[in-house]
């Protein structure tokens, strides 16, 4: 049997492995942080400035760390960033005060902060322009993978010896898979490298209008992911949902993602994605707002469903569409940009989220909907409007080289 495009390009194998072991580890600890946190007296506001803390992490650092990545190559800060990260959640067995929930959820920020914009970026720098659907794709299905089997080991793990054990196993897991990357990965990528003067782009300079409407849609997407990182095991807790449920809840959306990720990058690599991103956005603010207004358990894990399923064409269109209009000199540092507006929308709501939980439990949903939808409709306008002048360019482009090679004697590129 043919094994799909992603699988069968050698370094993506590599770098999709190492994501479904990440989103493994992650996926063990993810339902029981803030049910952790709690149980051992930690209050609904230090959960939140908790949660908050780790986005913080992220939307100071990712720019940086980006370009950081194009400098020394992909691998070192990819690597450095899982060990990072694996260090902080071990250490979480042994978490007892606010203060230190605090401190180490920082940590693990800081570990996201050097890995997250690395990985993106080797993503694009290996991919050809009219594959980067399905790379971006095959990358959320892997983490998926991931995500899948995590939350229900987890589970399993917690209720059989507690959540210490399973803090120091995630932990010692993701040291791991970042001492394997650093040799895998070592070399893989466009090289490390100093920036020409003529290089060097300032952030103020990446807001043109190609990357505005991918970056309103990353706060968009993560002021969602903020503002439930607080809530979302509290508010099923509260519904009644056992530690397996729970569990469960994380894992309904990576069922559907993988399932749908091969249709999904397909899609997204067929003509303008503007319209894609438009449904789906719109289709995703319904399903938020859904969590809220049906509080049932087993409605809850039907919408993870559905929610996953339309993400797999919401996010690797955008994925792709980024990597497609940024400058490949700087793609780490577009890919950082693109991960601090979207962390700076979710340290925002992550405070926001507990705030509204407090005072009912449908208002964090409701309005992350209704964020969500706002902010795609002042998004794909720009992405339209982009699109439309790329396609416009294109003959101009293609005439331009058939012209430049006839001059120098070669064949005019078909």
Known sequence: MRLPWVLQHPTLRLVLALVAFAGLAVGLTIPFLTLTARDRGVSLTAIGVMASSYLVAQMLLQLPMGSLSDRLGRAAPLAAGLVVEGLATASFARAGSPASFIALRTLQGVGVAMLFPAVRALVADVTPEDRRGQAYAGFGAAFSSGMLFGPLVGGSVAGALGVGPLFV??????????????????????????????????????????????????????????????????????????????????????????????????????????????????????????????????????LGLFEGA????????????????????????????????????????????????????????????????????????????????????????????????????AEPER
């Open 310 to 409: 339309i993400s797999t064409v919401a996010q690797p269109s955008l994925d792709a569409y980024l990597a497609t209009v940024a400058d490949p000199r700087v793609m780490g540092r577009v890919q950082g940009a693109y991960a601090t507006v979207g962390m700076a929308g979710a340290a925002i709501s992550a405070l926001l989220g507990p705030v509204l939980y407090g005072g009912s439990r449908v208002l964090p949903f409701v309005a992350g909907g209704i964020i969500l939808w706002l902010l795609a409709l002042v998004a794909i306008p720009l992405i339209r409007q982009t699109e439309r002048e790329r396609a416009a360019r294109l003959p101009v482009v293609a005439a331009e080289r058939a012209r430049a090679a006839v001059l120098v004697g």
């Open 169 to 302: 196993a995630a932990g010692v897991v993701e040291v791991l898979i970042g001492i394997w990357a650093l040799t895998a990965l070592r070399g893989a990528g466009r090289p490390g490298r100093a920036p020409h003067p003529s290089e060097r782009v300032s952030f103020a300079e990446l807001l043109v209008k190609p990357l505005i409407g991918a970056f309103v849609l990353s706060f968009a997407s993560q002021f969602l992911m903020g503002m439930f990182s607080g809530v979302w095991s509290i508010y099923l807790a509260d519904l009644g949902a056992s530690d397996f449920k729970i569990g469960l809840s994380f894992s309904t959306f990576s069922i559907a993602y993988l399932a749908m990720a091969p249709m999904g990058g397909r899609l997204a690599d067929s003509g303008a994605r503007w319209r894609r991103l438009l449904w789906a956005n719109l289709a995703l603010g319904a399903v938020i707002a859904g969590y809220g207004l049906i509080p049932v358990v087993w409605v809850i894990l039907v």
